[in-house]
């Protein structure tokens, strides 16, 4: 492939870049393609003809790396594939394109906002100060727009939303956009339902350490699990007392079931038990509906237990500690 020429001697010439690629670009690419791309831009000064096996040579790195870093840079729209080779496109160019992209309406609602608009100004001026240094790039606001609209967040959510990221070393957009998906699942708009998801995620995280520590485990409940987990306490509203019931009936077990502990939960929560008191005695009862049975089996002379047929309830509870 060729690369664009530049008459300045060696000795002489600089490789620059543009502010633009540092907020932009430079956080979110791996050190093997912005290897290939600052090469790139330093050959472009001198017109040469280079193939891809010249580049995995010269860079020390795989062919098939570097077919990807040049396709990663393609996708982006920083180089642009010709007949002859690529070119090296303007990144400040590109940035302004998409900042000033010509809009073909404005909404008489929007125009209205004039107040919402200046308070939403201030919040972003927020976010541009406490974490950007007040460099922020321009196409932030375009995304934190974006934001704005499609989960209707208010300003305070969004300041949360990237002090979040921030606190979290992750501040760039795949993992924002992740975080506020999932708020947005979670029908956060305000402040107040964000203190709500907060309230409900520690309680949530307390009762993970807390079935931890009853089962023995070293390690973090899987995300299923915790899917479990989040149904006992959230949709069941059991407290960790009744759900420590189960655990403690079933830890003789080598592996603790948790789809067996949800079976077990969820027949308290069909039959309607919102206490500790109530789920004792409907134990108690089992426990003495099965020495009963054993009495009568006994009496009537029979002695493979094995054989007798269990009932839907009977089965479920067939290797519960009662």
């Given amino acids: 492939m060729k690369l ?42 001198y017109g040469k003809d280079i193939k891809i096996n010249d580049l995995s040579k010269k860079l020390e790195l795989d062919f098939k790396i570097i077919q990807d870093a040049i396709k990663y840079w393609e996708e982006l729209g920083v180089i642009t594939k010709k007949n002859t080779g690529y070119i090296i496109n303007n990144l400040q160019e590109i940035e302004l394109h998409k900042l000033y992209k010509p809009k073909v309406s404005l909404s008489a609602d929007t125009l209205k906002q004039t107040a919402q ?57 795949n993992y924002i956009q992740a975080v506020a998906d999932a708020w947005h699942k979670n029908h956060i708009q305000t402040f107040d339902d964000l203190d ?53 009936k079933t830890t003789s077990k080598t592996n603790p079931n948790f789809d067996y502990l949800d079976k077990l939960l969820t027949d308290w929560h069909e039959r309607g038990f919102k206490t500790v008191a109530e789920i004792q005695s409907f134990l108690s009862q089992l426990k003495q509906k099965k020495k009963d049975i054993k009495e009568l089996e006994k009496k009537a002379g029979y002695q493979n237990y094995e054989q007798r047929k269990y009932d839907n309830l009977d089965s479920l509870y067939a290797n519960f500690n009662l």
């Fill in 117 to 173: 608009n200046q308070y939403r100004a201030k919040a972003i001026e927020n976010i541009n100060n406490e974490f950007f240094q007040g460099i922020m790039s321009p196409s932030w606001y375009n995304d934190i727009d974006l934001w704005f609209k499609k989960y209707g967040f208010d300003e305070q959510v969004m300041i949360a939303l990237f002090r979040y990221c921030f606190n979290r070393s992750a501040l760039h957009r």
């Fill in 4 to 45: 664009e020429q530049n008459d300045i001697p060696l000795l002489f010439s600089n490789t620059e870049l543009p502010d633009i690629f540092f907020t932009e670009y430079l956080s979110q690419t791996n050190g093997d393609f912005l290897k290939v791309y600052l090469y790139m831009i330093f050959l472009s000064k």
């Fill in 196 to 248: 709500l998801y907060y309230a409900k995620q520690e309680k949530l995280n307390t009762l993970y350490k807390a079935i931890c520590k009853k089962l023995g485990y070293t390690r973090q409940l899987t995300q299923y699990e915790q899917a479990y987990v989040e149904k006992w306490s959230m949709d069941y509203n059991f407290p960790f007392d009744i759900i420590e019931i189960a655990l403690k």
